[in-house]
């Protein structure tokens, strides 16, 4: 009864917290915050190609939004899932805003970026699963990337380094998923994460 109470407290606040995007969608990124992302992004390694960079940037920031409109997004994360578990929207859990942004990164064909699936919180007993996509130099595992997270604010793009984000401790998708079972063997790309 605790629980479901201190749940239900935090979905007033944070439906609370929510700003209402309607029809446009949430705020699209600044030039601003996409070129800081651009040069974060080259900053992971000498190799990375700085046009490679600045294309992850934007579609990071304009995918988001575009996502945001897509799967309706007018409330909280939390508020939104809600809805979406109850058919009311068609999309929206992270793990949606993960799928699809893992998938349109990917279709770049990166040589210098490679884009990652983390998931946070996996074996926390009071902690709602968390997944998104991570971004990193080619070759380089998922904790050297940059976690770019368009589900925690509605559709408006957070973005941090793995090791430096305040509120999720991220883990590769493949090992959470071989912990509970649900992969036995990894194909060839799947063990990066």
Same mark, same amino acid.
């Given at each position: 009864m605790?629980?479901? %109470?201190?749940? /239900?407290?935090? %979905?007033?606040? %944070?439906? +609370?917290? $929510? +700003? !209402?995007? #309607? =029809?446009? !969608? *949430? *705020?699209?990124g600044s030039e601003a915050q996409i070129a800081q992302l651009a040069q974060s992004l080259r900053a992971l390694d000498p190799q990375v190609d700085p046009s490679e960079a600045a294309r992850a940037a934007r579609i990071s920031?304009?995918?988001?939004?575009? /996502?945001? &409109?897509?799967?309706?997004?007018t409330d909280a994360p939390l508020v939104h899932n809600a809805k979406v578990n109850r058919g009311e929207k068609p999309r929206g859990l992270c793990r949606h805003w +993960?799928? @699809?942004?893992? $998938?349109?990164?990917?279709? =770049? !064909?990166f040589k210098t970026l490679e884009v990652h699936r983390a998931i946070a919180n996996a074996n926390k007993r009071f902690l709602i699963e968390h997944s998104s996509a991570v971004i990193s130099a080619r070759? @380089?595992?998922?904790?050297? #990337? &940059?976690?770019?997270?368009?589900?925690?604010? #509605? !559709?408006? /793009?957070?973005?941090?380094?793995?090791?430096? @984000? *305040?509120?999720?401790?991220?883990?590769?998708?493949? @090992?959470v998923q071989r912990e509970k079972g649900l992969v036995r063997y990894a194909l060839p790309g799947e063990m990066q994460g």
């Open positions: 605790i629980r479901l %109470l201190a749940l /239900l407290f935090s %979905l007033a606040v %944070l439906s +609370a917290c $929510a +700003a !209402g995007h #309607g =029809e446009n !969608g *949430p *705020p699209r920031y304009e995918y988001s939004h575009t /996502l945001a &409109i897509a799967y309706q997004i +993960a799928e @699809d942004m893992e $998938a349109r990164l990917n279709q =770049e !064909g070759g @380089d595992s998922m904790e050297q #990337g &940059i976690v770019v997270d368009p589900w925690r604010m #509605g !559709g408006v /793009l957070f973005w941090s380094r793995v090791p430096e @984000d *305040p509120k999720y401790p991220w883990r590769r998708r493949f @090992d």
